[in-house]
């Protein structure tokens, strides 16, 4: 080993590369390559020069060892305060996976099964009705309506097959009545949106297509009723605090503001989506699908704490067989459960509770990684094969699908040379 450092120290002084002195063992024991390395700090740098992003953040860990925490240009292109690794960002649906393993543990504690009816937590689902598209004596498409041939189960929150949708993309009659139905009027909190939701009906019936809409936030609202406590206290109990998560929140308080990663003005604008807008406003909705703000290092103990089957540091959280069934494909072509056009997880991938599952295989990515991310540029994923994961901190809406597909392409290719 020690031959390997001082034949390394000759190569970085050569190429210009470089990484601290503490840094040979621990490449060389992961398997990726210095160069590789610096090609995925190169692409993110040149991002940032090109004026594509303001600034990004990136964590790659393996063997549970930290293989990168770095962080690239400005949180604020207007203010110019240089990224830091302890820079907060809005995760939007990156919220999902952690409120879902939420969930889960409170099926691993007997409170809640997945095949429990929603409306044995929240009643007022039980006379949700379903959606049908129909023709007037005018011939034009009119909405009517007819009874659900099944319950909504928990199951179908947290696979996404609930029939409960978002009314911010697509144009369908449905999504159109979603968009327009006032959902967050107001100070609405958990309680009060799963109501609302409630009263409109299904995009479709429950358990036949995966549809991407508010299942996670109501699941939230399912978490507070069988805990007796607000999402964010149940989480902070049991999940955020233990793991160390100490930033990750539905809020930022105004100590913390200065660290708040923000896009480039005239990006997407996300402020409104889904009712959320600035995180250091106060407010009373707790969106287990959207609302949460947290840091790459907080994001990093989440992942390893799932990539270690349910346990970090001497601690369980889920069962070993939870985190198993989690990260399976729960909607496969043989469960009849339809794919459209929107559906996110992409044609090599099926989903399970919370995540998207690779189940093809291709010559760089794995079957079995598990993955998610957010509108506003955050992603990571989780590679049980490689023993290791990736988080990505961005506040970048508009670039976020295509910096997801470049820099998983560089990451793996750095693992697969295998040295320097």
Known sequence: MARLAAALTLLFFATGLSPSRAEFPTLVASGFSVRGLERVRDYLRNEVATGKIPGAVLLIQRHGQRILLESFGVKDAESRRPMTDDSIFRLYSMSKPVTSVAAMMLVDDGKISLDDPLSKFIPVFAGTKVAVEKHDENGKVVLATEPAARPITILDLLR??????????????????????????????????????????????????????????????????????????????????????IDTAFRVDDSRRSRVAEPLPGDVPLSTVKGLGDPVQRRRWQSGGGGMVGTADDYARFAQMLLNGGQLDGRRYLKPETVSLMTSDLVPPESGIARDYYYFPSGDSGFGLGFAVRVVENPLLPTGEYRWDGAGGTFFFVDPKDDMFAVCMLASPSQRQRIQIELKKLIYQALEKQGP
Do not use: C
């Open 160 to 245: 996404q097959t609930s029939g409960i949708t978002y009314g911010f993309y697509g144009d369908n009659p449905v999504r159109q009545l979603y968009a327009k139905s006032n959902l967050f009027d107001g100070d609405v909190d958990n309680a009060e949106l799963a109501e609302r939701l409630a009263k409109l009906p299904l995009a479709e019936q429950p358990g036949t297509l995966w549809d991407y809409g508010h299942s996670t936030d109501v699941l939230g609202r399912v978490i507070e009723v069988v805990s007796g406590k607000s999402l964010y206290a149940f989480e902070k109990e049991r999940l955020l605090d233990p793991l160390g998560m």
